[in-house]
């Protein structure tokens, strides 16, 4: 590999970046591509489509054969709210490639008893999101439905360009938090991403049901970044 693409493609994963080493097989040259770089063709959709899938490959391009090596950060999804949502929600996202972490300063709630296995952080989200920062391999669901907790994570991930955003509550809850939100500087644009009420529609009835309806619109929005289209749909 050539050692500036080598340099380049480890400062991009230290950063937590997305970037694909792109090889061209028939003359052994390679090159960076870091996520939102402009390739046109053939060549550039493949890409599109590794960074969205984070499958390696390789891709035919203008009559060349191309290696694609991707590189994507490991997803985050973080919880604010020890509840039982989450409860059920940590086992399913493990499985599904989504280690969950949970911020919740309620003791009472965050306890290794009701969630083995699980990252805990018995803290308020500003004191652990200034030491843990989201970023836009992030998602973020808040689940408290008390606005102390809540509303400043809300911010955080919209600020920080999350790539999914999600909340509890009625659309009655959600209309007071947008006012709430736009007091802390939210813009109407960033208030419009958030997914709330939470989850896609399913029909969920019960803690399981919701964790799932809210893994899937994870799922989706992690899969349909850079195609413009939002994974907001009807809240279970």
Excluded at 99 to 119: G, K, M, Q
Excluded at 214 to 231: I, Y
Aim: hydrophobic content about 45%; glycine content about 8%; some cysteine.
């Amino acid at each position: 590999m050539d050692p500036f693409a080598l340099k380049t493609l480890n400062a991009e994963r230290r950063a937590r970046r997305a970037a694909i080493l792109v090889t061209d097989m028939g003359d052994g040259r390679d090159r960076v591509v870091k996520e939102g770089d402009v390739v046109a063709g053939d060549l550039g959709e493949a890409i599109s489509r590794a960074f969205r899938t984070g499958l390696s490959g390789t891709a035919e391009a203008e009559g060349r054969q191309f290696f694609l090596n991707v590189h994507l950060p490991q997803p985050r999804l973080v919880v604010v709210g020890a509840v039982h949502i989450s409860q059920a929600l940590a086992p399913m996202a493990k499985i599904a490639g989504f280690p969950l972490e949970i911020i919740d300063p309620r003791t009472a709630f965050a306890s290794d008893d009701r969630f083995p296995d699980v990252t805990l952080h018995a803290e308020w989200p500003e004191d652990v999101l200034k030491h843990c920062p989201l970023d836009r391999y992030a998602a973020l669901a808040a689940v408290t439905h008390d606005p102390k907790i809540d509303d400043f994570a809300l911010k955080a991930a919209l600020d920080a360009e999350c790539f999914y955003v999600g909340a509890l509550g009625s659309r009655k809850t959600h209309a007071k938090r947008v006012e709430r939100l736009l007091g802390m500087g939210a813009t109407p644009t960033q208030i419009e991403s958030i997914n709330a009420p939470i989850g896609i529609d399913i029909g969920a009835a019960n803690p399981a049901e919701i964790a799932v309806a809210v893994l899937a619109q994870v799922v989706a929005a992690f899969r349909s970044r850079g195609l413009g289209a939002k994974a907001k749909s009807e809240a279970a």
